[in-house]
């Protein structure tokens, strides 16, 4: 039996992989650690096989570029899991998996311009979040050997029932409008029981290197927004001949290119093992929403 500890207590990532490891209760054995304040250091590593890192601060949009939280940031994102890495590794612990972003790409894409990022894709982050997750990487990784097994994972929006941020967006327009433009665009997401797959399948090949997982299908975003809303029992219209005016409004509006444009890993980053992906697409909105 594997002996996991999630380090991260309540976050919604570290929640959800503990409930899904759950459901093989004679292979793995989760705990959860609350990294809040000091009291975490006096916790014994040594009985774990792996610690899955999933404490931080994530990309508020009123924070990340901010000089006065620029601090904090460093502190919870960086400073925290090579802290935590440290100690795993000089208490025998096996494996250590970080959850870090796709934002350490610093790469947006303006409506109509599709963006792949492939393995030759430069890290530039852009602001607080993506810097101290991407400062954080290059401190973790050289502590890999063949003793101690460092895994990064760089997640797109995660979604799944509970979840907040991006995903919930769309939810509030499936939810309220009746109409939604039709705009042909691919983003890479990932349902939050594909990631746990991922990770269970990590700790059990004890793997290590730069990993970005992503569902098997890229996402539009106006028929997941129609998606959301059949969910829902509602239904949204999706009215084409609106991309020249999201192209204009996306060269101020941020928010339009972060909804409408098309940012995706290419798939062959993405792949692993035999796969990991164990809900599609459609099965995966019907379980967030019900």
Known sequence: MKRILITGA???????????????PEQYAVSELNMHGEDWKKFCFRDYDAIVHTAGIVHRENT??????????????????????????????????????????????????????????????????????AEAEERLLP????????????????????????????????GKLP???????????????????LIRQLIDDEAAGIFCPQNDEYTNTSRMVAAIARAKG????????FTWALKLLGKWIP?????????????????????YCVKNL???IAETEN
Do not use: W
């Open 179 to 197: 109409v939604f433009p039709l705009v042909e665009n691919q983003r890479s997401m990932i349902y939050i029981e594909n990631l746990a797959e």
């Open 64 to 133: 990340k570029r901010d000089p006065a939280f620029q601090e904090l940031y460093t502190r919870v994102n960086t400073e925290l899991p090579v802290q935590a890495a440290e100690k795993a590794k000089a208490e025998g612990v096996k494996q250590f998996i970080f959850l870090s972003t796709m934002s350490v790409y610093g790469l947006t894409a303006p409506v109509g311009k599709p963006v792949f990022i492939t393995k030759d894709t430069p890290l530039h982050p852009v602001d607080h979040y993506g810097r101290s997750k």
């Open 282 to 284: 459609p099965e995966s």
């Open 10 to 24: 309540g976050s919604y990532i570290g929640t959800q992989v503990k409930a899904y490891l759950g459901r093989f």
């Open 143 to 174: 502590m890999s050997d063949s003793a101690f097994r460092v895994a990064i994972l760089r997640p797109p929006i995660v979604y799944g029932k509970g979840c907040k941020g991006n995903y919930r967006a769309l939810q509030i327009f499936a």
């Open 255 to 275: 928010a339009v290119n972060k909804a409408f444009g098309s940012l995706c890993y290419e798939k062959a980053l993405s792949a692993y093992g035999g796969g």
């Open 234 to 241: 509602r239904r949204v219209v999706l009215v084409g001949g």
